[in-house]
């Protein structure tokens, strides 16, 4: 029995941060500059009351209503997001009774960031190769905009908050593939909130400098920018050559790739380093920014509405950051 994505959707809560606003807080930056940088004009922010949890709530909503997908019909919920409402229950359970699903359906979330789209694909895979599931709700939602500091400029500009939803099942638009997957976490350090766990519970308001003069905060998100793009560097042209590998295909067979909307200067350098041409490799997150686990959905969803993606074609698509951890696979349209 084979797992195909049936149907993709994804929504974006309505408060926005445009580089206009950033050059407005951060006189030094040029709004221009924000742009060909890192790709993105503006980012969706969620209001103090929003969280992770509602966002995802919508974008169920979404794609049951936009593709005709009934409650009743969903036997496991599975929710990738790194901003649970509680430390327990599980955010997925809320999920389940919110909209209204069976309680005959299994649920849970997984806690992971950039490479969450794709490890979720491999668990709903997996459920329904093994005939546990016949329908998976994969979600992805994010609020990385709850744990980034008001005068950290750097991240403010990447990232954005959103959630993405689809359904696996045992027929679809696209057969999902075999997975490459990996784990370092030696760079944990490298992208980390400290404080608020159970290993340091109590903020500290602490922070110290590092080499390349960002904050590195216990109490608020600190990515070394630095450490990661070495890593994508190092890892994606091994993580592509995988994926080909375990899906015997070669790389003139593969009509499209997306791969997670890290920012537009990292993904072009990662695009000449793979060798792959720029007219089958997707960058966009102008009016999105980097919703973390939710950039590869939203970027399919984008891809099948406006052609790039057609049926027949062989598309690869990966995830990489926190963890650190990587994965991809291929899709079969």
């Known amino acids: 029995m084979g797992a195909f994505i049936k149907a ?29 940088k890192l790709g993105v004009k503006k980012r969706h922010i969620v209001t103090k009351d929003e969280t992770a949890a509602d966002l995802a ?23 990738c997001t790194q901003s649970p409402d509680y430390f327990l229950p599980t955010t997925a359970c809320l ?27 491999a668990l709903a895979k997996g459920l329904i190769e093994a005939r546990i599931a016949r329908n998976v709700l994969l979600i992805t939602a994010e609020t990385y905009s709850k744990y980034i500091e008001e005068d950290d400029k750097g991240n403010r500009s990447i990232f954005g908050d959103g959630a993405a939803a689809c ?25 980390i909130v400290r404080t608020g766990a159970a290993r340091h519970p109590d903020k500290t308001d602490k922070f110290e400098v590092d080499e390349e003069g960002h904050k590195k905060h216990d109490d608020h998100l600190y990515m070394n920018g630095g450490a990661i793009f070495n890593f994508t560097l190092e ?37 000449k380093v793979c060798g792959i041409p720029v007219d089958k490799f997707y960058i966009d997150m102008t009016q999105t920014g980097n919703t973390v686990s939710s950039t590869v959905l939203i970027g399919l969803k984008e891809s ?15 995830g990489f950051g926190v963890g650190l951890s990587w994965g991809g696979t291929c899709l079969r349209f």
């Open 235 to 271: 890892k994606l042209p091994e993580l592509v050559d995988g994926i080909l590998k375990k899906n015997h295909i070669d790389a003139n067979g593969v009509d499209f790739y997306i791969f997670h909307q890290a920012n537009k200067f990292m993904l072009n350098t990662i695009r």
């Open 304 to 318: 099948l509405d406006s052609g790039l993606i057609k049926k027949g074609d062989t598309v690869i698509i990966t």
């Open 95 to 121: 999920l389940q009774a919110r909209l209204g699903i069976p309680t005959t359906a299994g649920a849970l979330d997984f806690n992971l960031g950039c490479s969450g789209c794709i490890y979720g694909l």
């Open 167 to 191: 359904l696996i099942s045992t027929d679809g638009m696209a057969q999902i593939g075999e997975f490459v997957l990996g784990t370092d976490g030696n760079g944990a350090e490298h992208l």
């Open 57 to 79: 709530y919508m974008a169920a909503k979404r794609l049951m209503e936009e593709n005709c997908i009934s409650e009743q019909s969903i036997d496991f919920i599975l929710l």
């Open 8 to 36: 993709v959707s994804y929504y974006l809560p309505e408060g926005t941060l445009t580089n206009t606003d950033l050059a407005r807080l951060f006189p030094e930056w040029e709004e221009s500059k924000i742009e060909k």
